[in-house]
């Protein structure tokens, strides 16, 4: 059973940057592309980033483009997502979620490619 787990979400001033993990349990890591994904009260949830199972092909939606890098680790079975540059209108719920994937270059923006997702972390931007 695949389980996933985010952390490092919390309160940080607009400008400032979080790092947020996701560590999966119950798969072979490595066989999996990764993805991030937010949503806020009354919205669909949104993509934010997705990595390729190789870590060699990333995706980012272009609101956070130049701002959030997503990489993985598969020695720890973990992927990041580093925020820098945060604005209060990336308040939100993110999500992890991952799917087996036979590409070792696909990077999976849709939300319905994905099989497993985490519980979330609140990330909130204010002053």
């Known amino acids: 059973q695949v389980q996933l787990v985010e952390s490092g979400g919390g309160l940080v001033q607009p400008g400032g940057s979080l790092r947020l993990s996701c560590a999966a349990s119950?798969?072979?890591?490595?066989?999996?592309?990764m993805g991030w994904f937010r949503q806020t009260p009354g919205k669909e949830r949104e993509f934010v980033a997705a990595?390729?199972?190789?870590?060699?092909?990333?995706n980012y939606a272009d609101s956070v483009k130049g701002r959030f890098t997503i990489s993985r680790d598969n020695a720890k079975s973990t992927t990041f997502l580093q925020m820098d540059s945060l604005k209060p209108e990336d308040t939100a719920v993110y999500f992890c979620?991952?799917?087996?994937?036979?590409?070792?270059?696909?990077?999976?923006?849709?939300?319905?490619?994905?099989?497993?997702w985490g519980q979330g972390t609140q990330v909130t931007v204010s002053s």
């Open positions: 119950g798969l072979t890591f490595s066989m999996y592309a």
């Open positions: 990595i390729s199972r190789s870590g060699g092909s990333t």
């Open positions: 979620a991952a799917t087996r994937s036979v590409s070792y270059s696909t990077a999976y923006t849709r939300g319905s490619a994905y099989d497993s």
